[in-house]
């Protein structure tokens, strides 16, 4: 028996798939070489790290290289660095959308103390970007445009592919946060640069990665030993790496089946949910995230109450700010319904009876408080 609360979180972190703590285990007790050196545990370690690579980079384009960084936060951080050298010729603007994850908003934003212009473009009521206004944005100026693939809050899958033609008209650069499709969501061939985290695909903390188009030159972000082809010094974990190649490996080899399993999840949960109003489009949005509201619910007390499942009024990295979602605001919502609105997120360990149960819970503690 257990007293742990239904887990319905999987858009804040995933549980390790027990295939990757097995993986992970020899390089955390037995083999601590360090990568980087030149004897044969060194090698050992190395082969390991390159042989998770190439597991990462099979579920990315072609014609790229992944590089490891220690968040996709941090992956982010390093793929803005690109707009310095464009600066010199022209190109000081940056373009990202509204509902961006703060990674990247405040990334961007931080680039006006080095004078660049960064607008933060509108999505539509649906969550979705109108390309026709975001082609009128995009000039011979712009260096940079950024949009997440699936949204973490709401689910929402944007038309990367599309607005990475557009930024390509202007030879602008496409930086794409896919932490949340990654594994799940085909990734448009045509980014520049796409920014992954382990940790949302059943793989360990404290990695990500950066992958980016062959040809782009990025400006070092960590200076040091020169690891990671001098971009990004640091001693790598084999540990972590070998967990994030088993975690990508094992998605390759569950796609299907874990999108069927994601899919039945989500239906049962609009139906136990009908009551409720879905937040963004209903169509164009990965099903492993309900993002939903019930107008007159005081959320806080909802999830004060519902102690049973654990679930989310929002993005786990913004929960301790006390700001309302800046996602849900860019569709329109008013405070009140963005207030009375919830995320649940499904996962791989997940059953049809969590999700009965959860939505039980939440039902019923919604009920009490007479709505």
């Not at 257990?2 to 999987?10: K, Q």
């Not at 579920?59 to 992944?66: A, D, I, N, S």
């Not at 940790?199 to 040809?215: C, S, T």
């Amino acid at each position: 028996m257990t007293n742990d609360p239904i887990y319905l979180d999987n858009q804040a972190t995933t549980p390790l798939a027990p295939e990757v703590f097995d993986v992970m285990v020899p390089w955390l007790r037995d083999n601590f070489g360090n990568p980087h050196s030149a004897h044969l545990p060194g090698r050992k370690a190395a082969a390991a790290v390159e042989v998770a690579r190439d597991q990462v980079a099979g579920l990315l384009p072609k014609g790229g290289e992944v590089l490891f960084t220690g968040s996709a936060t941090e992956a982010i951080n390093l793929g803005f660095g690109v707009v310095h050298a464009l600066k010199a010729a022209g190109r000081d603007k940056i373009i990202v959308l509204d509902s961006e994850h703060a990674a990247v908003r405040d990334t961007a934003l931080s680039y006006e103390a080095y004078g660049f212009m960064v607008e933060r473009h509108p999505i539509g009521p649906d969550g979705i970007v109108s390309l026709e206004h975001l082609s009128e944005a995009i000039d011979d100026r712009t260096a940079l445009v950024a949009a997440m693939l699936v949204n973490n809050e709401i689910g929402v899958i944007q038309p990367v592919e599309a607005i990475a033609e557009l930024a390509h008209q202007y030879d602008a650069l496409m930086l794409c946060d896919v932490v949340q499709g990654y594994g799940r969501v085909a990734i448009p061939d045509n980014v520049d640069m796409a920014a992954i985290s382990a940790h949302k695909i059943y793989g360990p903390k404290a990695i990500g990665a950066l992958w980016v188009r062959e040809g782009i030159g990025l400006p070092p972000l960590i200076h040091g030993g020169g690891q990671e082809q001098g971009i990004r010094s640091g001693t790598l974990s084999p540990a972590l790496c070998a967990g994030f190649g088993k975690a990508a490996a094992l998605c390759a080899d569950r796609h299907n089946s874990d999108a069927a399993h994601i899919q039945a999840l989500a239906d049962k949960a609009r139906s136990c949910f009908a009551d409720w109003t879905i937040n963004g489009s209903m169509d164009h949005r990965y099903p492993g995230n309900l993002n939903i509201r019930r107008d007159g619910v005081d959320v806080g007390r909802l999830m004060s109450d519902v102690r049973g499942v654990a679930f989310s009024a929002g993005s786990a990295c913004a929960s301790g700010s006390g700001r309302p979602s800046h996602v849900l605001a860019a569709l329109g919502l008013e405070t009140g319904q963005i207030k009375s609105s919830i995320r649940l997120g499904f996962g791989r360990y997940n059953s049809l009876e969590d999700v009965e149960m959860a939505s039980q819970y939440i039902n019923e503690a919604a009920e009490a408080q007479g709505i």
